[in-house]
């Protein structure tokens, strides 16, 4: 077996809630939640280092996206809606049948995988675009993982990672409010101590080999009961934007 920063753990954790991906009132709420704040974001960048028109018919289309961890597919469907050719890979089996299931029902064709960054990277797969979202939070080894999305990005590619920043505020929210409180989640579904600073997110990037190139937080504002973007408050949620260099000529 190729050498895997997966924690088994942490697998086991969503394996157990696999079956409620497409329920907006189930476990992953809160992410049904999130998903348009994300997808601002992701389809923005993506337009942006490749230069696509976000109000044409396919504007991803020619380019091969990667979801690293995509669960039960709330952002692989879309990604395949805007004509790219999206891989799902998911180290939690359970999650891949749901994610088919639901990826025939929508008439998209999506290539899901149980596999790991690890052993894609081995196997010489390579992509324009690998979205890593809410993912490096759960894995065993922050800095070999981004360097296995590094590797499976082709030089110029762009790297796409959100996840939840460590504070005190982080910890009311994203663990009392959404696991003990408004049990969004299952209790122990985060552990704090794996979150991770912007900086420490940024310079993980760059020892991986990526350069970082933005970062912006995703707020959400309980009176409104709705999810935002926002440049200068990274303070729980946030995403960043990286980019594997180009190779030298």
Same mark, same amino acid.
């Given at each position: 077996?190729?050498?895997?920063?997966?924690?088994?753990?942490?697998?086991?954790?969503?394996?157990?809630?696999?079956?409620?991906?497409?329920?907006?009132?189930?476990?992953?709420?809160?992410?049904?939640?999130?998903?348009?704040?994300?997808?601002?974001?992701?389809?923005?960048?993506?337009?942006?280092?490749?230069?696509?028109?976000?109000?044409?018919?396919?504007?991803?289309?020619?380019?091969?996206?990667?979801?690293?961890?995509?669960?039960?597919?709330?952002? $692989? +469907?879309? *990604? !395949?809606?805007? #004509?790219?050719?999206?891989?799902?890979?998911?180290?939690? %089996?359970?999650?891949?049948? =749901? /994610?088919?299931?639901?990826?025939?029902?929508?008439?998209?064709?999506?290539?899901?995988?149980?596999?790991? $960054? +690890?052993? *894609? !990277?081995?196997? #010489?797969?390579?992509?324009?675009?690998?979205?890593?979202? %809410?993912?490096?939070?759960? =894995? /065993?080894?922050?800095?070999?993982?981004?360097?296995?999305?590094?590797?499976?990005?082709?030089?110029?590619?762009?790297?796409?990672?959100?996840?939840?920043?460590?504070?005190?505020?982080?910890?009311?929210?994203?663990?009392?409010?959404?696991?003990?409180?408004?049990?969004?989640?299952?209790?122990?579904?985060?552990?704090?101590?794996?979150?991770?600073?912007?900086?420490?997110?940024?310079?993980?990037?760059?020892?991986?080999?990526?350069?970082?190139?933005?970062?912006?937080?995703?707020?959400?504002?309980?009176?409104?009961?709705?999810?935002?973007?926002?440049?200068?408050?990274?303070?729980?949620?946030?995403?960043?934007?990286?980019?594997?260099?180009?190779?030298?000529?």
């Amino acid at each position: 077996m190729s050498r895997t920063t997966i924690d088994p753990d942490e697998v086991a954790k969503f394996e157990a809630m696999a079956e409620e991906w497409w329920d907006p009132e189930g476990k992953f709420k809160p992410l049904h939640m999130l998903n348009p704040c994300r997808l601002d974001y992701i389809t923005a960048q993506i337009a942006a280092q490749y230069g696509r028109d976000l109000g044409s018919e396919a504007p991803f289309e020619g380019l091969r996206l990667l979801d690293i961890g995509c669960g039960g597919g709330l952002l $692989a +469907e879309p *990604m !395949a809606r805007l #004509g790219a050719t999206v891989v799902g890979a998911d180290a939690a %089996e359970r999650n891949i049948p =749901v /994610a088919r299931t639901h990826a025939e029902w929508s008439g998209l064709e999506i290539d899901y995988r149980h596999t790991t $960054a +690890e052993a *894609m !990277a081995a196997a #010489g797969e390579r992509f324009d675009v690998v979205l890593n979202m %809410e993912v490096v939070e759960h =894995v /065993a080894d922050p800095l070999d993982y981004l360097t296995a999305c590094h590797d499976l990005l082709k030089p110029g590619g762009l790297h796409i990672c959100s996840t939840l920043n460590r504070n005190p505020k982080s910890f009311m929210m994203g663990i009392v409010g959404a696991e003990w409180v408004m049990r969004w989640l299952p209790k122990g579904t985060h552990d704090w101590k794996k979150f991770i600073t912007p900086d420490e997110l940024y310079d993980l990037l760059r020892r991986a080999g990526m350069t970082p190139v933005d970062r912006t937080g995703m707020v959400f504002n309980p009176l409104g009961w709705s999810w935002s973007l926002s440049k200068r408050d990274l303070s729980v949620n946030y995403v960043t934007a990286s980019v594997r260099p180009e190779e030298p000529a």
